[in-house]
């Protein structure tokens, strides 16, 4: 384990991390694999670096998510209302196993293939509402912002009339600021979504419609009543959707837009062929995915990680950032390169906790790039790429903006 340089400096500093995420991690990476760090709550926490360790940790059942196993004083984590906290994110099996199971009959491939015609209007419409007006725009707040709440808004079956409150809400949930109101925001936008959510499953419990939220409730009310969902573990699911699909869908489409901007014969390769847009979908989500580090995890026991124990109990941070530029696994990792051999990245996640919704992630994001580039053949940065800002956030690699140009 090393935690400071040889003259007994830190190895990094927050600032440092925000700005050149990919140097420090590579810095963090060829020291060693785990490190003592201070987590994204502030906590102490250990830091898991290499490929080849972290994909195993994924895989580990020793490592928990079950927050009852962390050491108190070893997690702080967001404060949701107990109802919403109940979900896939904070289980271990056998509950994890048995309401995955359940939800799978719910979020099947043909639900998820309905939204691909409602995902390409939605982003034709947000890009005619850009293109009429201005010659420069920020591709966050247009476009990579509204278009995945609207897919959630779809999916979850949200009225239109409650779509601004309920993306108001979200917002706050997920805001990442220095802001000292903001926890009591979160909490008090984290109630708000609690009693929405109640008040839309009962309406939909009356008068289900061909929605993922109604099926779920399907699930719950149809179920061996020794197998079924609990009403909390309902309302967790939709939570979990919205948190899950909401800010990593908006980071992902900035990141990789900016991606695809920066490297000019990328571009011109996908323009040139379009069949290699499902292989670039995931080059883009290893060369600079939303999620920088995996969900955190709490050992059982204690456990040794690339020869360093971690003491049970105690935050794992598994850096999905360091492993997915590890030249041990992707050579040449900085560089992006669309027709790059991805299998094996992580950006999904790996193991019984690999994400549900992935096809709908692919799929969304797919149709999204391809809407803007085929709209705006000739989209530009609108400032240079170093004054670009990121979300003050160790967690989540994300854009403040993303000031674009349209004439080139």
Request: charged share 25%; glycine share 6%.
């Amino acid at each position: 384990m090393v935690t400071t340089t040889s003259s007994g400096s830190p190895l990094f500093d927050p600032a440092e991390l925000i700005a050149d995420m990919y140097t420090v991690y590579a810095r963090l990476r060829e020291a060693g694999t785990v490190h003592r760090v201070p987590g994204p709550d502030g906590t102490p926490a250990w830091l898991v670096t290499r490929y080849d360790d972290i994909r195993e940790a994924l895989g580990d059942p020793r490592l928990s998510l079950d927050k009852s196993n962390a050491k108190p004083g070893h997690y702080l984590g967001l404060a949701l209302p107990s109802a919403l906290d109940a979900n896939l994110l904070n289980m271990d099996p056998p509950d994890h196993t048995r309401i995955r199971r359940l939800v799978s009959r719910a979020f099947t491939p043909r639900r998820i293939e309905q939204l691909r015609e409602p995902i390409r209007r939605t982003a034709d419409q947000l890009l005619d509402a850009i293109a009429p007006h201005e010659n420069t725009a920020d591709l966050i707040t247009t476009f990579a912002a509204p278009l995945p709440i609207t897919v959630i808004c779809d999916l979850l079956g949200v009225p239109q009339a409650d779509r601004q409150d309920f993306r108001a809400w979200t917002d706050v949930l997920m805001m990442m600021a220095p802001d000292p109101a903001q926890p009591a925001r979160a909490k008090e936008a984290g109630v708000s979504l609690l009693t929405y959510f109640t008040h839309l499953i009962a309406g939909k419990r009356t008068t289900p419609d061909d929605d993922l939220l109604s099926a779920l409730i399907a699930v719950r009310d149809e179920e061996d009543r020794n197998d079924r969902l609990g009403e909390d573990e309902l309302l967790s699911l939709a939570f979990l959707v919205l948190f899950a699909g909401y800010e990593s869908s908006i980071h992902l489409l900035g990141n990789a837009t900016l991606a695809l901007l920066s490297n000019p014969d990328q571009l011109a390769a996908l323009r040139a062929d379009a069949s290699l847009w499902h292989g670039a979908v995931e080059e883009l989500a290893r060369y600079d995915g939303p999620a920088a580090i995996s969900i955190r995890r709490f050992p059982t026991e204690d456990v040794t990680i690339g020869g360093v124990t971690v003491p049970a109990g105690e935050t794992v941070l598994l850096c999905l950032a360091a492993a997915h530029r590890d030249p041990h696994r992707f050579p040449d990792p900085d560089r992006l390169d669309i027709t790059r051999d991805t299998t094996g990245h992580l950006a999904l996640g790996h193991g019984i906790h690999y994400c549900l919704g992935a096809p709908l992630a692919r799929m969304e994001t797919e149709i999204a790039l391809t809407a803007l580039f085929e709209r705006f053949p000739h989209l530009a940065l609108a400032v240079p790429e170093s004054e670009l800002q990121w979300r003050p956030s160790m967690r989540t690699r994300g854009l403040r903006a993303l000031p674009v140009t349209f004439n080139g």
